[in-house]
Structure formats: structure tokens, C-alpha cells
């Protein structure tokens, strides 16, 4: 596989470079991150793999990577970055409320600023997040994305039986990335829930059914 091109799209509280590559040129935009919460690292330990997978299989799409949006986080195995905010609640959705882990205004963060460059400038189609839970693996979804997240779980099931759709998690999660884009913006967004130390090629192997399933989808439905 050829290795993908890892450009610095901008930098964590403490200086780590936050990286993105672009694979494809045409068809739907879709957006790929590969962690958010430094303790949730199952997606990260695979990000490089679906990165070189895709570029070796061309899809009928522009695929956008973000590696990781918290690596002060992931240094340091903490959910937050290293300011002590949870950077999946400091977006500027309607349900935001200042305080606490969520910080003092929206988009305070130099992380959450990168990643909010990005769907700026790329204006995804279709955003995937991957995370991690103990209730894993599953997916969530916000937004127009029902049949995606029907897609990838139904296909990342072949390798995992596991795998199943959860819409509601059970919990208020004000400022979170899924209610800025899935509720305010109407973009699909999944919310990827491997089971907290997933194996790794477990992890990929569900990973690249399930990509491979989405962009499939969303190409066909352009």
C-alpha cells in the first residue's frame, strides 16, 4: 500500500502537530477522524492502516483524515486535552453551555479550532468519528445518517458480530461535534464506539468493512 502524506493542519495546547491527508479527488467528501478523546486510542492504532487502505483502493470519493484532534490527550492517556477541556463538548452547537470540562466559550481550544477549519474548508458529506466505549462496539449517529450507520454496522459485523446501531446513547452530550453537525448543520455524522481495548486487528478489520460500506452508500446515493 502507498503511504499516505501527513500535512500539519494545526497544533495542541502543548504544541503537538494535528495531521490530515486527502485521498481522492472526485465524488463525495467525507471527513475521517481518527480520535478526539486521548483515553479512547482504539481508532488512532488503526488510522494509518485505513489511511494507506484507501489510497491503495481509489474510491469514488475525496476522503479527508484527521490522525488525531487531541495528541497532548493521547500523550498523556487523558479524555481531555491538556487544558483539562473535553474537546468533544466545546463546539459551537445550540445545546452548548459554558463551564467545566466544556470550557468557557465554544471553539476555546486550539484543537477544536483545527478540526472546525477543516469541515469549514472540506464541507463533508459525511463525517466519521471514531471513539471508544465499554459498551462497544457499536454506532451512533446525528443527523440524516440512519442508513449509513445501518451500513457500517451491517458490515463491519461480518467481522465482528458485535457491531449494532445505538441512536440514543443515553446521556445529554451539550457542545459535542454529532449536535453541531448532525443537529445544527444536517450533516450525517457516525459516531464510531469500538469496545475499549478493542484488538487492534479486530479493530481494523471492522473498520475497513464499514468505511468501504459507507462511501459506497453515500457514492451511489450522488
Known sequence: MTEPLWVRVGSSSQGRPIEATTIGTTGPRVLLVGGIHGDEPEGG?????????????????????????????????????ASGVDLNRNWPAANFRPGGARGAAPLSEPETRALYTEIERFDPDLVVVAHAS???????????????????????????????????????????????????????ILTLEFSRGHDPDAAWAAMREGTRAVIEQISLAQ
Open 134 to 188: 465499554r459498551r462497544g462496539p457499536f454506532v451512533n449517529y446525528d443527523g440524516p445518517a440512519a442508513g449509513l450507520a445501518a451500513a457500517f454496522a451491517g458490515a463491519a459485523a461480518t467481522t465482528d458480530p458485535r457491531w449494532h446501531v445505538v441512536h440514543d446513547m443515553g446521556y445529554p452530550t451539550p457542545g459535542s461535534l454529532g449536535s453541531y453537525v448532525g443537529v445544527d448543520l444536517g450533516i450525517p
Open 45 to 81: 492504532k488503526i488510522i494509518n492502516a485505513i489511511a494507506a487502505y484507501l489510497r491503495a483502493w481509489q474510491p469514488h470519493a475525496t476522503v479527508r483524515i484527521v490522525r488525531d484532534t487531541n495528541p497532548d490527550g493521547t500523550a498523556a492517556s487523558s479524555r481531555q486535552n
